[in-house]
């Protein structure tokens, strides 16, 4: 049961898009519409962003959105702000278990 | 509001059982959501534990299965979880969660357990 992979970092300056990819196989993000993502800043606890691929929690950006492609899902940040300067995890269901396997992580810097 | 508050001791020694409980408030356990467990080693990434139901229904991640034992109570609104034989590389901040189809919405603050004789 491996992580899903993910960019170690990714930058972007204010105002730009940046998209972090998490890339799985087909026992995990490619068979299940279970994918989420969490925002960490420093020394904080991890936020859910998306859910289910695509959905948004209560009070979350819409700057923020969610796809999939296959095996490989995708968290994209429209209009970076500073305060977006954080670590992204991305998360799926797997066929192991069944469980659940985070991503290595994505260091975002907003230049 | 849900609030989830991880209690337990923050040292354990090499072989023990390391053992978290984790209280529930202002939202009843016996829901339709699973509670678990993520760690998170100091300066490394997210690590998905385990979740149950209220029911006691169980969903491990497969190489802790061996060492892991989640409970959980009702009548306390609480659930826990037992790790046993530990060793330095189960040092990490431990933090217990609601979760949904995967997805965990609502987190306790983390506390950090330290395997260390």
């Known amino acids: 049961q491996s992580a899903l992979t993910q960019p170690a970092s990714v930058s972007g300056s204010p105002g730009q898009s940046i998209t972090i990819s998490c890339t799985g196989t087909s026992s995990d993000v490619g068979n299940y519409d279970l994918v989420s993502w969490y925002q960490q800043r420093p020394g904080k606890v991890p936020k859910l962003m998306i859910y289910?691929?695509?959905k948004r929690p209560s009070g979350v950006s819409n700057r923020f959105s969610g796809s999939k492609s296959g095996n490989t899902a995708s968290l994209t940040i429209s209009g970076l702000q500073a305060e977006d300067e954080a670590d992204y995890y991305c998360?799926?269901?797997?066929?192991?278990?069944?469980?659940?396997?985070f991503g290595g992580g994505t260091k975002l810097t907003v230049l | 509001q849900v609030q989830l508050q991880e209690s337990g001791p923050g040292l354990v020694k090499p072989s023990e059982t390391l053992s978290l409980s984790c209280a529930v408030s202002?939202?009843?356990?016996?829901?339709?959501?699973?509670w678990g467990w993520i760690r998170q080693p100091p300066g490394k990434g997210l690590e998905w534990i385990g979740t149950?139901?209220?029911?006691?229904?169980?969903y491990y991640k497969p190489s802790l299965k061996s060492r892991v034992t989640m409970s959980v109570d009702t009548s306390k609104n609480q659930f826990s979880l037992k790790l046993s034989s530990v060793t330095a590389a189960d040092t990490a901040v431990y933090y217990c969660?609601?979760?949904?189809?995967?997805?965990?919405?609502?987190w306790g603050q983390g506390t950090l357990v330290t395997v260390s004789s």
């Open positions: 149950i139901s209220h029911s006691g229904k169980t």
């Open positions: 969660m609601r979760e949904l189809g995967g997805a965990a919405d609502y």
């Open positions: 202002d939202y009843s356990i016996r829901s339709d959501y699973y």
């Open positions: 289910e691929v695509s």
């Open positions: 998360c799926s269901q797997t066929i192991s278990g069944p469980s659940v396997i």
